[in-house]
């Protein structure tokens, strides 16, 4: 059934659907489960806090979560493979204007991590001396 993304439980439908997904994706698979390892739980909860925090203007969360995936071996193919993943949950279980901003947002986060893990990984080791 698909419908509009109005409370806790719909983010936790969306995120548990999500990474149900990424778990068992041949390509974000082993990246996601090498380094979440037995924290499932744990990261479920905080990516809950972390879309009712951007979706719905909450403060549930509170970090800075690129400096988590700051050195995960990832690149483009990762990132578009996460947005496919991403939009197809949304896609298949809900509508509406705020299943529409979370996918804008997804898009946005993907280029921004994009972006700072490559600056991460170009900049120059040594002094500015």
Avoid: C
């Avoid at 690149?75 to 197809?88: I, M, Q, T, V, Y």
């Avoid at 901003?101 to 991590?113: G, N, Q, S, Y």
Wanted: charged share 30%; no cysteine; aromatic share 12%.
């Amino acid at each position: 059934m698909v419908k509009e993304i109005k409370t806790r439980k719909d983010i936790e439908l969306m995120v548990d659907t999500f990474y149900s997904a990424v778990r068992k994706d041949a390509i974000l698979g082993g990246i996601f489960n090498g380094a979440i390892r037995e924290n499932w739980p744990e990261h479920l909860d905080k990516m809950y806090r972390f879309w009712q925090t951007v979706l719905f203007h909450e403060t549930a969360y509170r970090g800075n979560p690129l400096v988590h995936h700051i050195n995960l071996p990832v690149s483009e193919a990762h990132f578009e493979r996460w947005l496919f993943l991403f939009h197809k949950t949304i896609d298949e279980n809900f509508v509406g204007p705020i299943a529409d901003e979370a996918k804008w947002r997804a898009v946005k986060i993907a280029d921004m991590f994009q972006h700072k893990i490559a600056q991460h990984r170009n900049r120059d080791p040594r002094p500015l001396a």
